[in-house]
């Protein structure tokens, strides 16, 4: 008897009115806060994710799964919708159209890692992204969205967590000052994050080994080193936060997503030590994709 792929989960009859509630959900969500509907494909050229997630992160490294076609070009499963989101824009000049502008999908998306409660290879994302503004406003917006959208689930102990990475600007004034404290706990970090130290310092304060964190647990913090206009940013979000009555704390450990970074959990859900949805806004990934259309065309 053939079996299933390891990793990879069938959604039986007695399942699917479940997924139908949290899709219906998600997209009378999106539809109330103006976000219109994306399909994007399945499969891209690799470089597209190489260059907008990056090539020294886990997902480009250790987790895409990547093919060559019968022409000999590098396809890729999509592992997040982001990038595919950016090149669609970008490729059908969605900016000659007034901006903002709002997009969001609901799909597969597929990453080789270890299967366990709430980490599958093939997972099902709901993602926004917003075009075209850095108003503080529109962060509040993608958030707020997100908040309604779970609590709308009855979630039990929902919680949402943010921080601030601040602009390109201060994470390259930031970094020096990171790179020098782990060169000084270097002897307590895994194999993975001495290698991190010299492509994505940041990655470090991320790592899950125990060692790891707790030679961190001391480590500057990005957020004490925001530019006045950064903070003033961060500090606009959270403010506006209080007047939606949208309960926050902060983000210890900042993740990998350029500017603020969000994750919200539940602790009473399977996989709880995992985020259940993240939020980044992204400056850059729109120039880094469109170097690659050009290059293409």
């Known amino acids: ?21 949290i899709e219906e959900s998600a997209r009378r ?25 990056g090539a020294a992160t886990d997902i480009v490294e250790k987790e895409m799964y990547t093919f060559p076609d019968r022409d000999g070009t590098s396809l890729t499963l999509r592992p997040e919708g982001t990038a595919g989101t950016v090149r669609a824009f970008i490729e059908h000049n969605r900016s000659a159209d007034p901006l ?3 997009y969001f999908y609901i799909g597969p998306m ?17 993602g926004v992204e917003y075009f075209g503004t850095q108003d503080p406003k529109a962060d509040v917006d993608v958030i707020a969205l997100l908040w309604r959208f779970l609590s709308d689930l009855a979630l039990p102990d929902l919680a949402l967590e943010i921080n601030s990475l601040g602009t390109a600007a201060d994470r390259a004034a930031y970094l020096p000052v990171l790179v020098s404290f782990l060169k000084g706990r270097i002897g307590d970090l895994c194999d993975n994050c001495r ?20 030679a961190t647990e001391d480590a500057p913090q990005l957020v004490s080193h925001l530019s006045p206009q950064a903070k003033s940013h961060f500090d606009e979000v959270l403010s506006t936060f209080a007047v939606l009555g949208i309960p926050w704390t902060r983000l210890l450990l900042p993740d990998c997503i350029r500017d603020h970074v969000l994750a919200s959990r539940c602790p009473k859900c399977r996989g709880r030590r995992r985020p259940l949805r ?20």
């Open 1 to 21: 008897m053939i079996k299933g792929i390891k990793g990879v989960k069938d959604i039986l009859p007695e399942e699917t009115p479940r997924w139908r509630f």
């Open 29 to 53: 969500w999106a539809d109330r806060y103006g976000f219109r509907e994306i399909r994007i494909p399945i499969f891209e050229v690799t470089t597209l994710f190489a260059r907008s997630i």
């Open 100 to 102: 903002p502008q709002k």
């Open 110 to 126: 597929f990453r080789h890692e270890r299967p366990q409660a709430g980490r599958l290879r093939q997972f099902h994302q709901f």
């Open 195 to 214: 290698r991190r130290m010299e492509t994505n310092p940041l990655r470090v304060l991320d790592c899950k080994v125990p060692g790891c964190r707790a």
């Open 278 to 297: 993240r939020f980044g806004r992204i400056i850059g990934r729109a120039r880094d994709a469109s170097c690659r259309i050009r290059r293409r065309s």
